[in-house]
């Protein structure tokens, strides 16, 4: 009997570790994560418009209208924002450079390719005056992607 209770409470105390590290895992993920949708810009936490600063993708003055990341963690590992003077594409991903940030002028053509699943997110491309083609995801929750496309083309439209 006594054995059986030992054992009982050695497996009880392994689960119930598991389940408060992975509730833990949990909060730490919520806490440190970007949310699923695209931030207006009034809702964009300060320490992503910090890190943006950081890295050269915002400069001083510079109001963001727009802003998105697809990344789990760490928003180094891929963000996207629309302000009031450019379109801003950073992934860290091993590549030379991993900031690419056009002026309005530097855009000929802009392209969106809707995904309204939750699942999957809609497609940003960019043609600029070089022909190169630039292509980013953001999210269609709250039908934000569309709202971020609309500023972009706004702005190339002047």
């Known amino acids: 009997m006594k054995i059986a209770l030992w054992v009982l409470a050695i497996f009880g105390g392994m689960i119930f570790l598991c389940c408060g590290v992975g509730m833990i895992g949990t909060m730490y993920i919520g806490m440190k994560s970007p949310e699923t949708s695209v931030y207006a810009g009034n809702q ?3 320490r992503f418009l910090e890190t943006a600063t950081e890295v050269g ?14 990344a789990l963690l760490e928003i180094r590992d891929g963000f996207y924002f629309v302000s009031d003077r450019s379109v801003v594409v950073y992934i860290e991903d091993g590549r030379d450079q991993p900031l690419t940030k056009l002026t309005f002028d530097q855009i000929k053509d802009i392209e969106i390719i809707r995904d309204t699943s939750f699942l999957e997110d809609s497609q940003i491309l960019l043609t600029t005056v070089d022909d190169e083609l630039i292509a980013f995801p953001v999210s269609s929750e709250f039908d934000r992607d569309q709202k971020f496309f609309d500023a972009i083309e706004e702005k190339i439209a002047k």
């Open 44 to 46: 964009i936490p300060n």
């Open 57 to 70: 993708a915002l400069e001083p003055g510079e109001k963001v209208r727009f802003f998105y990341s697809d």
